[in-house]
């Protein structure tokens, strides 16, 4: 079965920075393309679109966080990695990976989510 595991996240003060990492794990054929969303605190808050990097590393970015978070992928590991620079309390969030993977024993490929993790910021 194919999971998503994240690693990173935790708390930092405006200004700092904070690598993620999220790793494919399981019978996993191939990866399209891989992404980071996150989710604010709030109950109306929706899942939103931060970074966004295609199997072939073409990259799309949040304006948000243009110039600040960099998207990046390792196609052999199965990783997707996420470094912001220059936060700000309004990164504050939970943050979620999302890869499309085919896996070994299927011919289609399937949306999977990781749990999330929590990158507070403090001012």
């Known amino acids: 079965q194919v999971q998503l595991v994240e690693s990173g996240g935790g708390l930092v003060q405006a200004g700092g920075s904070l690598d993620l990492s999220c790793a494919a794990t399981?019978?996993?054929?191939?990866?399209?393309?891989m992404g980071w969303y996150r989710q604010a605190p709030g109950q109306q808050r929706e899942r939103e679109l931060v970074a966004h990097i295609t199997r072939g590393a073409v990259e799309n970015y949040q304006d948000s966080v243009k110039g600040r978070f960099t998207i990046a992928r390792d196609n052999v590991l199965n990783i997707v990695y996420l470094h912001m620079n220059s936060l700000k309390p309004e990164d504050t969030a939970v943050y979620y990976c999302?890869?499309?993977?085919?896996?070994?024993?299927?011919?289609?490929?399937?949306?999977?989510w990781g749990r999330g993790t929590q990158v507070t910021v403090f001012s």
């Open positions: 999302s890869m499309d993977v085919q896996p070994t024993d299927r011919e289609t490929y399937g949306t999977y």
């Open positions: 399981g019978s996993i054929l191939r990866v399209n393309s």
